[in-house]
């Protein structure tokens, strides 16, 4: 396997961070405005909305494409670690969960890849993932584990 190393990641993830942050921003403004809250309920809801947003961001896209978007520009897809098929639903929230640990430990976790064989970070590994590379682009809802179609030149 091509394993997913630590800078391409950390681009992908500077990608997912932006995209995030145009999307969730102006919702969480806008929400927040129309229900007319206080600072307080805009904190409350904002945070309740963030919430929401991340668990579909990285867990729900995640199971459904094998990526995030960020990840997806550059071919990187997570897949069980044991077997190199898709992940599970309790593998998705164990990494999205796995997110807290790594970064408690002041960014720790994600240093991992750089000594780790097979890239893996600490939200990886209490995940049993791994997150690869693929030569071609996997079209969303296929199989990332079926063979990547040609037009028969060779």
């Not at 961070?17 to 806008?30: D, T």
């Not at 071919?75 to 098929?85: F, M, N, Q, W």
């Not at 780790?116 to 296929?142: E, N």
Request: net charge positive; hydrophobic share 45%; with cysteine.
């Amino acid at each position: 396997m091509n394993y997913a190393g630590f800078w391409i990641r950390g681009v992908a993830s500077l990608l997912d961070l932006m995209a995030w942050n145009l999307v969730l921003y102006p919702v969480e403004q806008g929400f927040t405005a129309v229900l007319g809250l206080s600072p307080l309920g805009q904190q409350i809801t904002g945070f309740g909305l963030e919430l929401v947003c991340l668990y579909l961001y990285y867990v729900e896209m995640p199971l459904k494409w094998g990526t995030t978007p960020g990840k997806r520009v550059f071919r990187i897809y997570v897949v069980d670690r044991l077997t190199g098929e898709p992940f599970s639903r309790k593998q998705a929230m164990n990494r999205f969960l796995g997110y807290l640990p790594s970064y408690g430990l002041i960014g720790c976790g994600f240093l991992m890849v750089l000594f780790h064989p097979q890239k893996v970070a600490l939200h990886d590994w209490i995940a049993g993932t791994l997150a690869i590379r693929r030569k071609s682009r996997i079209s969303p809802g296929s199989d990332p584990k079926a063979p990547v179609k040609t037009n028969g030149a060779h």
